[in-house]
């Protein structure tokens, strides 16, 4: 069965649904509203067909009039007894579940879900990867098509804190299943999903309640594909009252496949986030550049933008060998999933007992990517051009140091609490500024340009103020390259 065959198949008789609100935890961090949305979300599925039945509330605290429908406490058992056990005993042409409250990616980039009777010492969670791995395979076939649409922050852990491994995943048959599953994200990873208790809860389930309502009665399921732009289109509407809900403005959507595909949606202005707080280092970060990474001697073209994170010296990160090898495994499938290797381009990879490498089998083995077994995660790509110049431009290296930013952030792996971005240009000798200046060379042709890497951001901030982050670095190149050049 193909997608589109669900789809014609399905029916809202035959549909089941496990909605969850979580709005209290053990470890005290609270939200208003998500079980009330839940409730809303079933009470909509009702309007539309399906059986009340059908549908499971698991909430936090439970609902004091849960409307008729079953109201489950969001808990380990409950949660575990529900989605692990009760669902594959029932058979329909679609399974939806709507999960809102608190997330983390855990040291590996797993997606976490946290339960009500998580705590400070002990974060019970939901492993969402694994689940959605187990409800891909035979023993979710009789469920039919499956959606998961996740309210969560998808922001990394501190790495000091301590995730156990969530629910178990029973041991099934795996062989492949019959229907396709698709998980819609309120953010990409390393990023927040917007709360606001003044729109009754998550923002991207207060959006995907607007569109929803506004479904043609003659049609079921809803359009899986176009919910991300049209949740979109109704969160810049949100935005217009409340700048707040416009921030960040990124839906995820991943098809049967498990493909990321991105909605391009301008947000209005917003308010601006607050500066990052960049902290100065006491002593400059040892920083391993790009020539000690690829150790490609005979490098000439073209010049190189790179970007790199360095642990600090206080807080230090040592990767195993066996880490190491699991992340050179990964390196290739997100950097071309970031855009930074052409699908057509052939790569080189090595890995030895100091770093982790992958790079454009071209010239001057650009672009690349690495891992240190000091934590450092590198990135870089070729400089812009024009003509026949390669020309460092700012806005456009601030629009490539972003990019490259986001890509090592979503890495998965352990990560230190403080990191020191760094950036540089290699080689240099050749390279032209876009200025008012008819000579776009400076007396000296310097072969390469380093930025001194002296202050340190949190991971937070890195991923939450990614453009002024790299728009920073950008200018400091910029004005290093101007002085290695000798033009002032």
Request: aromatic letters at 6%; glycine letters at 8%; hydrophobic letters at 40%.
């Amino acid at each position: 069965m193909n997608p589109s065959d669900a789809v014609r198949q399905a029916d809202p008789t035959r549909t089941h649904a496990v909605a969850v609100g979580v709005d209290e935890y053990g470890f005290g961090s609270e939200r208003a509203g998500l079980a009330a949305q839940a409730l809303t979300f079933a009470q909509w599925l009702r309007r539309r067909g399906v059986p009340p039945a059908n549908i499971t509330l698991l909430t936090a605290p439970r609902l004091s009039d849960p409307d008729g429908f079953t109201n489950l406490l969001a808990s380990t058992s409950e949660a575990d007894s529900l989605l692990h056990d009760a669902m594959f005993t029932r058979e329909g042409s679609l399974f939806w579940l709507h999960w809102a409250g608190h997330g983390h990616l855990d040291e590996h980039g797993q997606r976490r879900l946290f339960l009500t009777n998580a705590t400070a010492t002990n974060l019970r969670n939901l492993n969402l990867d694994r689940l959605a791995a187990l409800y891909r395979t035979q023993l979710a076939h009789k469920l039919g098509r499956k959606v998961f649409t996740i309210d969560a922050c998808q922001t990394y852990a501190d790495p000091r804190m301590r995730l156990p491994d969530g629910i178990p995943v029973p041991v099934g048959n795996t062989s492949p299943p019959g229907a396709p599953l698709e998980m819609l994200f309120a953010s990409p990873r390393g990023r927040r999903a917007v709360h606001l208790t003044k729109l009754g809860g998550g923002v991207f389930t207060a959006a995907l309640l607007g569109v929803l309502a506004d479904e043609p009665d003659d049609r079921w399921p809803p359009d899986f594909t176009t919910l991300p732009q049209r949740i979109e289109e109704y969160i810049l509407r949100l935005a217009l009252n409340n700048p707040d809900a416009g921030r960040p403005i990124d839906v995820r959507y991943e098809d049967a496949q498990g493909r990321s595909a991105v909605t391009e949606i301008e947000p209005p202005t917003v308010l601006e986030p607050a500066e990052p707080d960049w902290q100065p280092l006491m002593v400059r970060a040892a920083v391993t550049w790009r020539d000690e990474l690829d150790r490609n001697v005979t490098r000439r073209d073209p010049p190189a933008l790179e970007v790199h994170l360095v642990p600090t010296a206080d807080e230090p990160v040592r990767l195993s060998l066996l880490e190491l090898e699991r992340s050179a495994a990964t390196l290739v499938g997100h950097a071309r999933a970031a855009g930074l290797f052409p699908p057509d381009m052939p790569v080189l990879q090595s890995i030895d007992d100091v770093r982790c490498l992958v790079t454009g089998d071209t010239d001057g083995q650009v672009p690349g990517l690495a891992i240190t077994r000091g934590g450092q995660r590198s990135a870089w790509r070729k400089l812009g051009r024009r003509s026949d110049l390669w020309v460092l431009d700012r806005s456009e290296v601030a629009a490539q140091t972003c990019d490259l930013l986001r890509l090592l952030t979503a890495l998965p792996g352990r990560r230190s609490g403080r990191v020191v971005p760094a950036i540089g240009l290699e080689p240099a000798q050749l390279v032209a500024v876009l200025s008012d200046d008819p000579s776009p060379f400076g007396p000296r042709f310097p072969a390469h340009v380093r930025v001194p890497a002296d202050d340190s951001l949190t991971w937070q901030w890195l991923v939450d103020a990614t453009d002024g982050i790299g728009a920073e670095l950008a200018a400091r190149l910029v004005r290093r390259h101007a002085q290695e050049a000798g033009r002032r």
